[in-house]
Structure formats: structure tokens, C-alpha cells
């Protein structure tokens, strides 16, 4: 059960990025039945989604959440609840997808099949080709040791620029630099470039204090999807055992014996995948959380509202 040792080279799919896999998950997504759009635009591409607005259809009322506009309340639901409500509306527009995308060394580990950044990119991949599938625009910003941003672009050409941007920032030199996730949410925020859909993929590790309020301001402008990737082991009590690791070129043994021994150190390597999963949960947001060996594909399927695909 040794961890995959990380190496500079040709993009294995296993410690590195593979581009050719990324690239190969559009056949895939291809065999998909998409769920139908909420669309009452004539032009190809363009969906209903659920945001704030003037001049707009209204959708739906919920409870009233801090920072909404006082402008939308719903007096006649509020008197008949006690409760404050907000009136939400809809909006005629282009579909656009951002993945916020975990770059932090500590994805960089993996003791099944590949590491959880190569997962987090098989992921990231697929999300957006569903996206372009649909119709929608697709970027994606890194967070982590890299700090880019691919803009938005429709197309298969989007779906493409996505996946040269994932191996590409993969196969850069790992850094020691945190960025705490509220401050990558904060980031976001302010490049949206008029995304109606986010989807976060991390292993929870940069979660903060300050990441709740920071998901609560973008989900007032966008709908949010979390996908929590995990090593096995930070997923499960481990069996008794000596296991071999290796972190920045080092290699050491842990001897983990007792239940205690075993129970504190799964609790100490998932950590941050149950904190990022614990606060969406919290929030209502769409959440998921997989391993390193499982399918990147049926996770994003999940999380997207795409149906399964024919067999």
C-alpha cells in the first residue's frame, strides 16, 4: 500500500496529469442522455438559471438569508410564515461553468490507482466537457501553489483549453504556498465573468473559518457544487500494518497498530475532506466526495444533474 511516488515526466495518469485521458473523457460524455434544459431562449445554448433581477419572471420564495436584498422581500409569504422570506427570479442566459480547481501540495498524494490531483483533474475535465455539452461556457481558476485563471470559452475549444490548462498547471513545480479557501472564494468572486454555476474541487485542506461566509456571497450569484476528493486512506480505518510513505523526497514508515493508532491517523489525514463536506452539507449545497480509485466521471454526473449514461 505504498503511496505513488511523485515524478517529473510524461503524465502517467497516475502521479501526473495525463492530457490525452482528459481529452478522452469527451467520447464519454458523449454516450450521456442530458437532463433537460429550463430554456425559453431561441438560440442554441442559452438556459434558464436562478438569479437575482429586475424586469424578471419570478421563480420561487425562500427564507430570507443575510445580505439579500431587502428590495425582494415577500411581504405576503413572510405574514403568513412569520418568517422573512426572499422572492427569486429568473433570467434568460448563456450558461457558463467555473471550476475552482485545488492545487495545494497536499493533493499531490494518492496510495490508490493515481494522486488526488489527478483525480481533481479527471474531475475538472469532465466537468467541463458536460458543460460545453450543454451548451454553456467553461473556465477554470487554480488555487493552491498555482495562482491562473483560464477564462470562459464556449465550445469544444473551451472544453480543450480547459484540459491543456489542467496538465499544464500539473506539471508545474510544486510549491509550499497556502492559499486559505476563503480567499480563493473571494477571488472567484470577483471573476465570475457572469458564471451561473460553480464547482469546487479540493480536498479540503485550505478550509477556513472564513470560507462559510465567502460561499454564501457567491452563491448569491451563482449556484455551487462541491466535489471532495480523498485517498483512501483519509476515507477508512486502515488495517494493521507498516506503511511505507514518501513526502518531498522522503521516505519514512508508519507503524500503526492499535484501533486507536489507526482511527487517529485516518482522522488526521481526512480531516479536511470531512471539514469541506461537513460545511456544504451545512450551506445546502450539492456535494460529493470520492477516492482516488473511484469514477471521476459518475461523481461529476451526480453533482451536474446529468442522468446516467446509456449502457
Known sequence: ??????????????????????????????????????????????????????????AESRVYQAGDDVRRLDWRLTARSGKLHTKLFQEDREGCLLILLDTHASMRFGTRVRFK???????????????????????????????????????????????????????????????????????????????????????????????????????????ISVLAVADALERALPPPGRYPLEHAGERFEVLLQSERQRGDFQRALGAGAARLVELAQSLGLRCSSIDTAADAFEAVSGLLGVRKAAR
Not at 473571494?186 to 465573468?193: D, E, K, P, S
Open 117 to 223: 490531483s489527478v483525480q481533481a483533474a479527471r474531475a475538472a475535465a469532465a466537468a467541463a466537457w458536460y458543460a460545453v455539452r450543454a451548451g454553456e461556457r467553461v473556465g477554470v481558476m487554480a488555487f493552491g501553489h498555482a495562482d491562473q485563471l483560464l477564462r470562459p470559452q464556449a465550445g469544444p475549444r473551451g472544453a480543450l483549453a480547459v484540459c491543456g490548462a489542467l496538465a499544464e498547471w500539473d506539471a508545474q513545480p510544486v510549491s509550499a504556498r497556502v492559499e486559505p479557501l476563503s480567499d480563493a472564494l473571494a477571488r472567484a468572486g470577483r471573476v465570475l465573468h457572469g458564471a451561473s454555476r460553480v464547482l469546487l474541487v479540493s480536498d479540503g485542506f485550505s478550509c477556513d473559518a472564513a470560507a462559510r461566509q465567502r460561499l454564501l456571497d457567491l452563491g448569491r450569484h451563482a449556484g
Open 1 to 58: 500500500m505504498n503511496a505513488v511516488a511523485p515524478h517529473r515526466g510524461d503524465g502517467d495518469g497516475r502521479s501526473r496529469v495525463a492530457l490525452a485521458e482528459l481529452i478522452a473523457l469527451r467520447a464519454r460524455v458523449g454516450r450521456v442522455r442530458m437532463a433537460p434544459l429550463l430554456s425559453r431562449a431561441a438560440r442554441s445554448g442559452q438556459q434558464s438559471s436562478r438569479l437575482y433581477g429586475r424586469g424578471m419572471d419570478y
